[in-house]
Nanobody, 126 residues
């Protein structure tokens, strides 16, 4: 069974940076599409970023484009999200998700992923 564990969240001032990690265990995820989603209190879960299983294509929500970078290290079975120029509205619980093998479809829909991590809290103060 594939398990995903996020780390790297925390409290940061507006304009600062964080790097989230999502480490997979139980299966090799080199042929899995992977994504990041976030959920703020009282709001629905929303797509943040995703990367194809080959790692050759990346996708971003308009709200984070140019500030966030998604990447993967298949040798470490790990997904990353580099977040720069953070804003208070980026405050949320960030979760990683995986869909495989060899998935190629709509990366922005939560229902298209079948494995999820527990999430890590990111709080951006103004």
């Amino acid at each position: 069974q594939l398990q995903l564990v996020e780390s790297g969240g925390g409290l940061v001032q507006a304009g600062g940076s964080l790097r989230l990690s999502c480490t997979a265990s139980g299966r090799i995820v080199s042929n899995y599409a992977m994504g990041w989603f976030r959920q703020a209190p009282g709001k629905e879960r929303e797509f943040v970023a995703a990367i194809s299983w080959r790692g050759s294509s990346t996708y971003y929500a308009d709200s984070v484009k140019g500030r966030f970078t998604v990447s993967r290290d298949n040798a470490k079975n790990t997904l990353y999200l580099r977040m720069d120029s953070l804003k208070p509205e980026d405050t949320a619980v960030y979760s990683c998700a995986a869909r495989g093998p060899f998935y190629s479809g709509n990366y922005s829909l939560p229902n298209n992923y079948n494995y999820w991590g527990q999430g890590t809290q990111v709080t951006v103060s103004s």
